[in-house]
């Protein structure tokens, strides 16, 4: 059973604009929302995280939005660049003494000069 | 240099020949993991480790063994190695502290079977 449905699966924008990628959940014992960033040949990093007390959280063009009642959060990033191409992975952490990441499959972004 | 390293990076092997992939951490994190990236299939968790001498398994541990006999590295065995498993596969470490949420990942290390 796949906890945390990611899409779409790619993106293409165009530089300047709104790139967007959504993940659902369905485990309400979910309690930590981090999206990881990949570029080709390197390891996923920490691109920025919400806890679902919050309903938005900012980080320069990089935003999330949540949703705790549609069990859903989304990444925008504002003003896309072609440095923004890359992998982009939802996760959902579980409290309690489960220690682990869930990840949605991925979505590759393609921003076009 | 804060970091996980992976060793090797790129390995070709037979069917069935042993072989060790070596992660190592230096930044004194308690949690550390293998996961395997396939296409379509994102990051899935092979075996965990929250600290020295505990291991578990993770979504997809058959046919992987892992050790932790010093806290900073987290080798990941495959005693007879099949085609399926060809795959990339990452290290990642974090504090016990962030709950192991932020996860800091190797460089990966691809791997083929044949």
């Known amino acids: 059973q796949q906890q945390v449905k990611q899409s779409p699966q790619s993106l293409i924008v165009q530089k300047g604009g709104i790139s967007i990628i959504n993940c659902a959940y369905e485990?309400?014992?979910?309690?930590?929302f981090p999206w990881y960033q990949q570029f080709p040949g390197k390891g996923p990093a920490l691109l920025i995280a919400?806890?679902?007390?919050?309903s938005e959280k900012k980080e320069g063009r990089f935003t999330i939005s949540f949703n705790k009642s549609a069990k859903q959060f989304s990444l925008h990033i504002m003003d896309s660049q072609p440095g923004d191409s890359a992998t982009y992975f939802c996760?959902?952490?579980?409290?309690?003494?489960?220690?682990?990441?869930?990840f949605g499959k991925g979505t590759l972004l393609t921003v076009n000069p | 240099e804060a970091q996980v390293t992976q060793n090797p990076r790129y390995l070709i092997t037979v069917t069935g020949k042993k072989l060790t992939v070596t992660c190592s951490q230096n930044?004194?994190?308690?949690?550390m993991s293998w996961y395997r990236q396939d296409p379509g299939l994102g990051l899935r968790q092979i075996y965990y480790?929250?600290?020295?001498?505990?291991?578990d398994k993770g979504d997809v541990p058959e046919g992987y063994k892992v050790s932790r006999k010093e806290k900073r590295n987290f080798p990941l065995i495959l005693e007879s190695p099949s085609p399926n498993q060809t795959s990339l596969y990452f290290c990642?470490?974090?504090?016990?502290?962030?709950?192991?949420?932020?996860?800091?990942f190797g460089p990966g290390t691809r791997l083929t079977v044949t």
């Open positions: 930044m004194n994190h308690e949690y």
């Open positions: 990642a470490s974090s504090t016990l502290a962030a709950r192991a949420y932020e996860q800091y």
């Open positions: 480790s929250m600290n020295v001498e505990v291991t």
């Open positions: 996760a959902a952490g579980e409290g309690g003494s489960n220690y682990k990441l869930t």
């Open positions: 485990n309400t014992a979910f309690d930590y």
């Open positions: 919400i806890r679902p007390d919050v």
